[in-house]
């Protein structure tokens, strides 16, 4: 039984990254159905050999790919809600090799390696495939944690991974569908899960969107207070709009999306820029105060490095502030 009712269901493409089994394709297709409700897309993205330099790896015959490229290479094919990318090549995340799959908690979009699911019995396949598929749906779903008797159960070999349960257990199952705690747009993460920073040690990796992400978008609540209480109206505005978008045709979702997404790296670039300028700006005029000249070039080059980097942390800042303001505001308490 799909997780969300019709009025409110994201979208969500399946993603084939190279060479791809059609059977794997249609198994994550389904699914994604039979857990969202949502008739999944499919989108053709790049070959991993084309996003990612395949390393070798300690403790793994094959030669591997770094999960993160691919999780860009998912994002960039598709304009989705959410995205899961499907690959027949081996995949690896720090030193974690030959992964089942790997997922930002709370993110958008996840990875699914098939390369060792023909092991042995090759009527499991499409029960392996679908299984990770379902975990990784929870983990963008906002669910980390990790235990018997659920689909999110740690499985680093592919035995475990045939004894672990093929769906959600009760408990993750009602946090998902609980008014209270399920996920709602633009987010679609449990209300009640702060997101992770890294990934499980083993073959189901979870990931968090990174590492950085969690301390901006926290802080600079503590750090302006009531300062944000004018946003209160506006951000439950914008989940109201939300909302309501969620009822579109896809089709149209798919362009909001794609438009909001084009403006959010637009608007990034922007503020980079104008953090840079100010920073260097402060720089000269508090050098100019305290030595009463101009810098020379190497100090100027230095001022340069330094204010290219407050560009890049204060339009973190600014999208941390927006971002954490609207997770604290945009629903009723």
């Given at each position: 039984?799909?997780?969300?009712?019709?009025?409110?269901?994201?979208?969500?493409?399946?993603?084939?990254?190279?060479?791809?089994?059609?059977?794997a394709v249609a198994t994550a297709r389904t699914t994604v159905e039979e857990t969202v409700g949502t008739v999944a897309g499919t989108r053709r993205g790049p070959p991993p050999a084309?996003?990612?330099?395949?390393?070798?790896?300690?403790?793994?015959?094959?030669?591997?790919?770094?999960?993160?490229?691919?999780?860009?290479?998912?994002?960039?094919?598709?304009?989705?809600?959410?995205?899961?990318?499907?690959?027949?090549?081996?995949?690896?995340?720090?030193?974690?090799?030959?992964?089942?799959?790997?997922?930002?908690?709370?993110?958008?979009?996840?990875?699914?390696?098939?390369?060792?699911?023909?092991?042995?019995?090759?009527?499991?396949?499409?029960?392996?495939?679908?299984?990770?598929?379902?975990?990784?749906?929870?983990?963008?779903?906002?669910?980390?944690?990790?235990?018997?008797?659920?689909?999110?159960?740690?499985?680093?070999?592919?035995?475990?991974?045939?004894?672990?349960?093929?769906?959600?257990?009760?408990?993750?199952?009602?946090?998902?569908?609980?008014?209270?705690?399920?996920?709602?747009?633009?987010?679609?993460?449990?209300?009640?899960?702060?997101?992770?920073?890294?990934?499980?040690?083993?073959?189901?990796?979870?990931?968090?969107?990174?590492?950085?992400?969690?301390?901006?978008?926290?802080?600079?609540?503590?750090?302006?207070?009531?300062?944000?209480?004018?946003?209160?109206?506006?951000?439950?505005?914008?989940?109201?709009?939300?909302?309501?978008?969620?009822?579109?045709?896809?089709?149209?979702?798919?362009?909001?999306?794609?438009?909001?997404?084009?403006?959010?790296?637009?608007?990034?670039?922007?503020?980079?820029?104008?953090?840079?300028?100010?920073?260097?700006?402060?720089?000269?005029?508090?050098?100019?105060?305290?030595?009463?000249?101009?810098?020379?070039?190497?100090?100027?080059?230095?001022?340069?490095?330094?204010?290219?980097?407050?560009?890049?942390?204060?339009?973190?800042?600014?999208?941390?502030?927006?971002?954490?303001?609207?997770?604290?505001?945009?629903?009723?308490?």
């Amino acid at each position: 039984m799909a997780l969300f009712p019709p009025e409110r269901r994201p979208t969500v493409d399946v993603v084939a990254l190279g060479d791809v089994p059609s059977r794997a394709v249609a198994t994550a297709r389904t699914t994604v159905e039979e857990t969202v409700g949502t008739v999944a897309g499919t989108r053709r993205g790049p070959p991993p050999a084309e996003v990612a330099e395949p390393t070798p790896a300690e403790f793994a015959a094959d030669d591997q790919y770094d999960a993160g490229s691919l999780l860009e290479a998912v994002a960039d094919a598709s304009e989705a809600d959410l995205a899961v990318g499907l690959t027949d090549v081996p995949v690896r995340h720090r030193d974690l090799t030959s992964l089942f799959g790997l997922g930002y908690v709370g993110g958008d979009v996840a990875v699914v390696s098939t390369y060792r699911f023909d092991e042995g019995e090759d009527e499991r396949f499409d029960e392996r495939v679908a299984k990770q598929v379902r975990k990784q749906l929870g983990r963008l779903f906002g669910l980390e944690s990790t235990h018997e008797g659920c689909v999110l159960e740690e499985a680093p070999f592919l035995h475990r991974l045939d004894e672990s349960a093929a769906d959600f257990c009760t408990d993750c199952r009602e946090r998902l569908v609980d008014p209270e705690t399920a996920p709602r747009p633009p987010e679609w993460i449990v209300r009640d899960s702060p997101t992770v920073a890294d990934a499980d040690a083993d073959g189901n990796g979870g990931a968090s969107d990174d590492d950085l992400d969690l301390s901006l978008r926290t802080l600079p609540l503590l750090a302006v207070g009531v300062a944000v209480l004018p946003l209160v109206a506006l951000a439950r505005g914008v989940a109201r709009l939300s909302a309501w978008e969620s009822t579109l045709p896809a089709g149209v979702r798919r362009l909001i999306h794609g438009s909001y997404r084009y403006l959010r790296f637009w608007t990034a670039v922007a503020l980079f820029f104008l953090f840079a300028l100010l920073a260097v700006l402060a720089e000269l005029s508090l050098y100019e105060r305290l030595a009463g000249s101009e810098p020379g070039v190497r100090l100027f080059w230095g001022m340069l490095v330094v204010a290219l980097g407050s560009g890049y942390l204060g339009q973190r800042w600014a999208r941390g502030l927006v971002v954490g303001a609207y997770r604290v505001f945009a629903y009723e308490p």
